[in-house]
């Protein structure tokens, strides 16, 4: 039997709760035993009045095996006594679901002179599960507090039901049993009509098939349209992920859905990270099987006499084309007018593609994941040598305290003064690596603009002192990047240092640079309009733009469309004509090739 406790906030309402336990239209049957919609309204107003935070109780019991509505009814009357809650004061309805039955039990947390008990409620209510199913000879249900049931049951003097629930306690520690949604959770997903069980038992199949391996069950989860990503929290458990619908629904955590331990799940990102991305072909076959359907509908249609008819009526609208690639058959005042005009607008496109030195250092954006991983291959030869100086610094150490403690040691002044000079070397090649990780991360982060300088072992003996002094005073650091858990953690917090101040610097590089882009975008506009200009343009202007483009003159034809674009709509040019401004009419044919130019 599974035993579920939910507290009710007196400032929720009963509503929501007295439609799914009076109500419910999933059930096939409901017998109300006791209780009405009006007591839960009465027992919220009673919490509300004597200024407590939580108004109803709400106890959902799930037998494994069949009961009688009798010995549901005996069950509510233990719980009502294990509490402290008055048994004529309650609400209890029987659902029957999919040919199986269940409890409800809505207690008023305010008892007249007291309020309803709530100390280790879960584990006292788990401890009357267990004494039901060795009463009635049902499978007893392992669950989260056995230890404490057992301990609990041994002092009440049930001595053989507590020998059959310390059975299912396992030898091995292993965690405790989590559910892997809470019965608030369900609510929510049944409300936008999503069935949540439905949904945790196709994950776990997904799960199975792809055989621990999250590429594959990243696969899996895109054929329902459903993706798993990191989690919105920054505590202790920032690394775990949620699985979530296309609409942003959340379906559940990760770890809970299929019951793989926190620990494990980040074994399995590390080896994700370290592994090459699948290749998802569906897009691709997609895209294949849309164009052989287009160009199958366009085969049909292009021997139809109205095909041919529309396609005759548009050449004849269509003006001449001439292609970059035969310029000689162009006038020569053409082709300086072509080569101002595409000199202009690789200068405009260059400012508009211009981007910030760290976009084209580091790229686009890496998972932490992954850039955690490629710094620990980048320091791996380095950790290497820092272990074995350390290894070397310590065997110094020992060496030394044995000559000093030893009392019979010929030439005991000497050997000791060799000994501390052996371990001020070790000492000083171990700062010296550790200094050159640390500067070499750090640079590679861009967290550092200083380079780090190369190693030098042995280290002279102008900088023992430094390196000693270095090393003695990052002990902490120095332990950190011997334990590869704990520098894989500290080299993931510096690559999310190192992304958050490039984002800073790009954001604000974009931002000094907005003028200068809109004016750039302005230029592109104009110029894509002095290459094809509208129909709407005054026949007037267009026929003087013609005429300055054939002698060359190609600043005096963009100012015939500066000066177009700047007269506002309610005047005219040469004769009365509504338009609009040519940034919105080029709005529409950015995406032409800027490779074809119109000689009207």
Not at 41 to 46: A, L, Q, R
Not at 249 to 257: A, E, M, V, Y
Not at 318 to 337: D, M, T
Request: hydrophobic letters at 35%; proline letters at 5%; aromatic letters at 6%.
């Amino acid at each position: 039997m599974i035993v579920q406790e939910t507290r009710i906030k007196s400032t929720s309402g009963h509503q929501a709760v007295s439609r799914h336990v009076l109500s419910g239209a999933k059930n096939e049957a409901i017998r109300l035993i006791s209780g009405s919609d009006y007591l839960l309204k009465d027992w919220m107003k009673e919490a509300k009045r004597e200024g407590i935070r939580y108004g109803l109780r709400h106890i959902a019991f799930n037998p494994s095996e069949p009961m009688t509505d009798q010995q549901l009814s005996d069950f509510a009357e233990d719980i009502c006594r294990e509490l402290g809650a008055d048994p004529e004061r309650i609400t209890f309805v029987i659902h029957q679901k999919d040919g199986k039955i269940h409890g409800h039990l809505l207690l008023p947390e305010w008892q007249d002179s007291h309020v309803l008990s709530s100390k280790f409620s879960w584990a006292r209510l788990e401890k009357l599960a267990r004494l039901a199913e060795v009463k009635l000879g049902h499978a007893l249900v392992p669950g989260r507090h056995d230890k404490a049931i057992v301990k609990a049951l041994k002092e009440a003097g049930e001595n053989e039901a507590a020998s059959k629930v310390e059975a299912l306690i396992p030898m091995e520690k292993t965690p405790p049993p989590v559910a892997a949604y809470t019965s608030q959770a369900r609510r929510m997903t049944e409300r936008q009509n999503f069935d949540l069980p439905i949904a945790r038992r196709e994950i776990m199949t997904f799960w199975e098939k792809s055989e621990n391996d999250l590429r594959k069950f990243r696969h899996f989860l895109s054929s329902k349209n459903w993706s798993m990503r990191a989690g919105d929290r920054t505590d202790r458990r920032r690394d775990a992920h949620i699985i979530e619908t296309e609409d942003g629904l959340l379906i559940g955590s990760f770890t809970r859905l299929t019951k793989v331990r926190m620990k494990d799940f980040r074994q399995l990102l590390e080896d994700e990270a370290s592994q090459k991305p699948l290749l998802d072909l569906r897009p691709i076959a997609k895209k294949s099987e849309a164009r052989e359907a287009r160009h199958a509908s366009l085969e049909q249609r292009e021997h139809t006499d109205e095909m041919k008819a529309e396609r005759l009526r548009l050449q004849k609208r269509l003006p001449v084309i001439v292609p970059f690639k035969n310029p000689e058959r162009l006038s020569a005042g053409f082709q300086i007018y072509l080569k101002d005009w595409k000199t202009e607008m690789q200068a405009a496109r260059a400012v508009l593609n211009a981007k910030h030195p760290l976009e084209k250092k580091y790229g686009p954006e890496i998972p932490l994941d992954i850039q955690s991983q490629r710094i620990m291959d980048l320091i791996k030869q380095g950790r290497a040598r820092l272990k074995k100086a350390h290894e070397a610094v310590q065997r110094a150490r020992v060496d030394l305290e044995e000559l000093e403690a030893g009392r019979w040691v010929l030439f005991k002044g000497q050997k000791v003064s060799k000994a501390e000079e052996a371990l001020q070397q070790a000492l000083a090649q171990l700062g010296e690596i550790l200094r050159y990780i640390v500067q070499a991360v750090l640079y590679y982060l861009g967290l550092s603009g200083t380079k780090p300088a190369p190693l030098q072992l042995p280290v002279p003996i102008e900088r023992q002192m430094s390196r000693q002094e270095y090393v003695e005073s990052r002990q902490k650091l120095l332990g950190i990047l011997l334990n590869d858990k704990s520098c894989r953690a500290w080299v993931k917090g510096h690559c999310r240092d190192a992304e958050h101040k490039r984002a800073r610097l790009i954001e604000q590089w974009h931002e000094e640079r907005a003028p200068e882009v809109e004016k750039a975008e302005q230029a592109v506009v104009q110029l894509q309009t002095l290459a094809r200009p509208p129909r709407r343009i005054p026949e007037e202007v267009r026929a003087r733009i013609v005429t300055l483009k054939r002698c060359g003159d190609f600043h005096g034809a963009l100012n015939e469309v500066r000066l177009l674009d700047a007269v506002p709509p309610s005047q005219s040019v040469g004769q009365p004509v509504n338009r609009m401004p040519l940034q919105l009419l080029e709005r529409g044919r950015r995406g032409h090739q800027e490779q074809k130019m119109s000689l009207q």
